[in-house]
């Protein structure tokens, strides 16, 4: 069984810190890696992708993949309350369909 | 840009019920997707849909599911005998080939089994 585990949370990071979100997948063969986010009663939201090792950034969002390790990450600079909302880590594999964590609730209060 | 729109919202039905839940896709996409998040569980995927065939399935669409893409814009899930577990909201997604990198997902439509 192909899995992605993600803390549940909450993390709860004052405004203005630095928010770090974990994701371990376990097929080896797993090519493309996502970060979601989604609000409550809301669809997923794609923030980020990232296929190589090493970081990508996007804004104040960076990823970070170390697919030795099997370890995704996303770090959020200067958290606002507005990035209060459920983080997905999803994985794809050598088919098409995605696999998702259950998700890091992230709670960034002012 | 171009969305992936979802009808209904919400739907509600009395266990047993039939279920159709419409998605239109983006129009230049070819691969579509339904997935369903049970309420505090994680996204699941239930099945992909290509060239007028199913793709893959996961063992949640089992006979009771059937997906179809009847005219040129939707694509469909229907549910032929709903059950109290089907509650959940069920996301319809798209990508325009292969191997591209976004899935798509539309709004979602809760369904309510009672």
């Known amino acids: 069984q192909k899995e992605v585990e993600q803390n549940s949370g909450p993390l709860s990071v004052p405004e203005g810190a630095i928010a770090s979100l974990n994701c371990t997948y376990s097929?080896?063969?797993?090519?493309?890696f996502f970060w979601y986010r989604q609000y409550s009663g809301k669809s997923p939201e794609l923030i980020m992708s990232?296929?190589?090792?090493g970081d990508k950034e996007d804004g104040r969002f960076t990823a970070q993949l170390n697919k030795a390790s099997q370890y995704v990450s996303l770090l959020i600079r200067d958290s606002q309350p507005s990035d209060s909302a459920t983080y997905l880590c999803?994985?794809?594999?050598?088919?098409?369909?995605?696999?998702f964590g259950t998700g890091t609730r992230l709670q960034v209060f002012p | 840009e171009p969305e992936v729109t979802q009808t209904p919202s919400h739907q509600v039905t009395q266990m047993g019920q039939e279920v159709i839940l419409r998605c239109v896709p983006i129009?230049?996409?070819?691969?579509f997707y339904w997935y369903r998040q049970i309420l505090g569980q994680k996204v699941e995927f239930l099945v992909s849909?290509?060239?007028?065939?199913?793709?893959?399935k996961s063992e949640i669409f089992d006979d009771q599911f059937s997906v179809e893409r009847p005219d040129g814009s939707n694509f469909t899930l229907k549910i032929r005998s709903t059950k109290l577990e089907d509650s959940a909201m069920y996301f319809c997604?798209?990508?325009?080939?292969?191997?591209?990198?976004?899935?798509?997902f539309g709004p979602g439509t809760r369904l309510t089994v009672l």
């Open positions: 999803a994985v794809l594999g050598n088919t098409d369909k995605l696999i």
């Open positions: 097929d080896r063969v797993s090519q493309s």
């Open positions: 990232i296929y190589s090792n």
């Open positions: 129009s230049n996409h070819l691969y």
């Open positions: 849909f290509y060239n007028n065939e199913i793709s893959e």
């Open positions: 997604a798209s990508i325009n080939y292969r191997g591209s990198d976004t899935q798509y």
